[in-house]
């Protein structure tokens, strides 16, 4: 037990570790040293990799991509779409294939778990079977229906006073 006992290189806190490790001097403890010097050797390494030519260029490709100038992008990206996933209706938001511009309207109120999407999916079947595995017990799909409603709600990023959320809520589904 003695020799499981080892310091931190970094901070110096001992710490237990597996008797196979026992004899390394290069541990870091398990409260944050290690993420640190994980956190860090990765930014390293993506500086390393970012500074030469290949990496240069993809970061290029990368920015482009993410910026919507590059339109040959998506259209790779929705040729390798499996068949069950429908290709997007529209190409990218910035330019369309022949170069004019498309105007997309993007709806305020975010994005709506419809009841009768969830209920129909090909996917509530084997959600419904491992939610009975992990919870042990069996449910209805309308149960793993609710729950998911309740789970995948949507919350704004602005910050309002609860009466207007209520009064947003009320315009959008009137009574």
């Not at 390293?44 to 100038?69: E, F, H």
């Not at 369309?96 to 309207?105: P, T």
């Not at 793993?144 to 009064?167: E, K, N, S």
Request: glycine share 4%.
């Amino acid at each position: 037990m003695g020799r499981c006992a080892v310091a931190c290189v970094h901070c110096g806190i001992r710490f237990l570790t597996h008797p196979r490790n026992a004899d390394r001097r290069n541990l870091r403890c398990p409260f944050g040293c290690r993420q640190h010097h994980r956190r860090q050797s990765s930014n390293q390494r993506s500086t390393a990799y970012y500074s030469t030519a290949a990496g240069k260029a993809k970061k290029k490709r990368l920015n482009a991509r993410r910026s919507g100038v590059c339109s040959t992008a998506t259209s790779q990206e929705s040729a390798q779409l499996p068949p069950s996933v429908p290709p997007p209706a529209e190409p990218s938001p910035a330019e369309s294939r022949d170069g004019s511009s498309i105007e997309v309207a993007l709806p305020l109120a975010g994005v709506v778990l419809d009841v009768s999407c969830v209920a129909s999916s090909r996917m509530l079947p084997y959600v419904r079977l491992v939610v009975s595995l992990v919870e042990g017990l069996e449910v209805s799909l309308e149960e793993v229906v609710d729950w998911l409603r309740q789970a995948m709600r949507q919350h704004r990023i602005a910050w309002r006073r609860r009466a207007d959320y209520i009064l947003a809520f009320l315009h959008q589904h009137p009574p």
